[in-house]
């Protein structure tokens, strides 16, 4: 009788529906909530099978969505879709039990709520519904909280520049070289790949050889770093991050060799530059040589076993490459700070909770020199600081000709101008300030927006040297 109290139930309070002949139609008064119909043929128990394919059958759709009896359940398709899936679960689950327990015990109904978990769902089954009304609730199927995938959040979708402990680097120079420590304070425990040029870096990136590359931009007192401001135009990487690294430079040699000895200096143009006074002071008659890198050249006089040299480079490339450090921090400031950018083949979503920097190229085809005062004065007026302005001749046309009827033809250059600014492309003023820029420029690119790097440095301090590329 449960089964057909059942279907009694789910069929008086389902909406106009046309039966089946398995089921006969109810009486047309509305009987009491509580009641079953008074009047109209006996049913009788169904198998399940039968009982689910009668199930599909019945429902016609209907333009009304009035319901028998207010408030009840089956006022709408879904509703009534629901009530059908949970007859025909009870039927199963009543026909299975009935085998397995057999007698009066399958007969029994339970009114206790039982709960089942059957691994990857729990079951939970409520008291008999009476016409279409559930006493506590209906059976629900509920995925586990746990297994619930997490939603994204803004640290997904924009990581910090510090995320990556397995994330592969690329650098220009050799193990030792101030870029490498560079990538290992920009991703500490990352895999660095060495590069022998700046170019083959970002190429490094663009074939999926590397995931980032770390290339100095500028330096406090060398200035510009123009080769790579070139190849931020020609490659299509976007910076992600800047990191900024206090240079400490050594005087490095061979084992046992005295300051006396020396004839030579080598190392990079800027190092060798950065040490002029202090190797005057010093009252060493050498000549001085430009080599590729600081660390190259203290591996070059390693390699060699050269006696009469010595090399401008990090105590860290002293300690790979065995040599003894003649004279320790013999650069001219000892203020002398090297800024690196982080690129990387997408960039990163700009975000307001913390301090963002931005920096962009445009070029303008207008004559007179108001255009650039336009551009300058659209940061001005929304309180935007300028950190950088940096103009290279423009590569595709370096020369312009300009008519003056006074002074006959006049020859300038075209230039690109590289700004960096203290803002988010997340800023409402940062946008207008590009929208307004971008009427009085020809060309304008966002080389990226990212954060700054506020982290303080110690000059006698040195990051960890990242991990050496392995073999494989």
């Known amino acids: 009788m449960y089964m057909s109290t059942m279907a009694a139930v789910m069929l008086s309070s389902a909406p106009r529906h046309v ?5 006969p139609p109810p009486d047309n008064h509305v009987p009491p909530p509580t009641a079953l119909p008074k009047r109209g043929p006996a049913f009788r128990r169904l198998p399940s099978a039968v009982l689910r394919s009668a199930i599909r059958s019945i429902y016609v759709p209907e333009s009304t969505s009035a319901a028998p009896f207010p408030g009840a359940l089956g006022s709408s398709r879904s509703d009534w879709q629901t009530n059908c899936a949970i007859l025909a679960s009870k039927a199963a689950s009543n026909s299975s039990s009935s085998s397995s327990s057999g007698g009066d015990n399958a007969g029994a109904a339970s009114n206790e709520p039982r709960s089942s978990n059957d691994g990857n ?27 619930l995938p997490r939603p994204l959040s803004i640290s997904d979708l924009s990581p910090s520049p510090k995320h990556g402990s397995s994330v592969r680097v690329a650098y220009q120079g050799v193990p030792g070289a101030y870029s490498e420590a560079a990538a290992g304070k920009a991703y500490p425990n990352c895999e660095a790949i060495p590069c022998d040029q700046f170019e083959v870096a970002f190429q490094a990136v663009e074939l999926w050889i590397a995931d980032r590359a770390v290339l100095p931009v500028e330096n406090s007192l060398g ?3 123009h080769r790579n401001y070139d190849l931020l135009l020609r490659h299509r990487l976007h910076i992600v991050g800047e990191v900024q690294l206090p240079v400490h430079h050594c005087l490095l040699a061979l084992p046992g060799v005295r300051k006396e000895q020396l004839t030579r200096v080598i190392s990079h143009p800027q190092a060798l530059s950065q ?48 040599l003894q450090v003649l004279a320790d921090g013999i650069q001219d400031d000892s ?7 982080m690129l990387a083949r997408e960039p990163i979503i700009p975000r307001t909770d913390r301090p963002f920097k931005t920096s962009i190229v445009f070029a303008h085809d207008r004559e007179g020199t108001s255009v650039l005062f336009k551009v300058l004065s659209a940061f001005a007026f929304r309180d935007i600081s300028l950190t950088k302005i940096e103009s290279r001749p ?19 250059f075209e230039y690109m101008f590289y700004v960096d600014f203290e803002a988010s492309m997340a800023e409402t003023r940062a946008q207008k300030a590009l929208a307004e820029v971008q009427e009085y420029t020809s060309f304008l690119r966002v080389l990226g927006s990212y954060p700054m790097d506020m982290t303080p440095w110690d000059a006698s301090s040195s990051p960890s040297p990242p991990t050496p590329p392995s073999s494989s």
């Open 275 to 322: 040490c002029e006074l202090t190797l005057t002071g010093m009252g060493l008659n050498v000549a001085r040589e430009a080599f590729d890198d600081t660390a190259g050249a203290a591996e070059y006089v390693a390699n060699n076993g050269l006696r009469d040299t010595a090399a401008i480079a990090s105590a860290r490339a002293a300690e790979l490459y065995k």
């Open 223 to 225: 200035g510009s770093i």
């Open 394 to 412: 423009h590569r595709h046309r370096p020369l312009r000709l300009v008519d003056d009827a006074n002074v006959g033809t006049a020859k300038h």
């Open 121 to 147: 769902h729990y079951h939970l089954t409520s008291p008999t519904p009476v016409n279409g009304l559930k006493q506590n609730s209906a059976t629900l199927d509920l995925v586990p909280v746990a297994n």
């Open 19 to 23: 039966l089946s002949p398995i089921f």
């Open 335 to 341: 203020g002398n700070v090297t800024r690196f950018v």
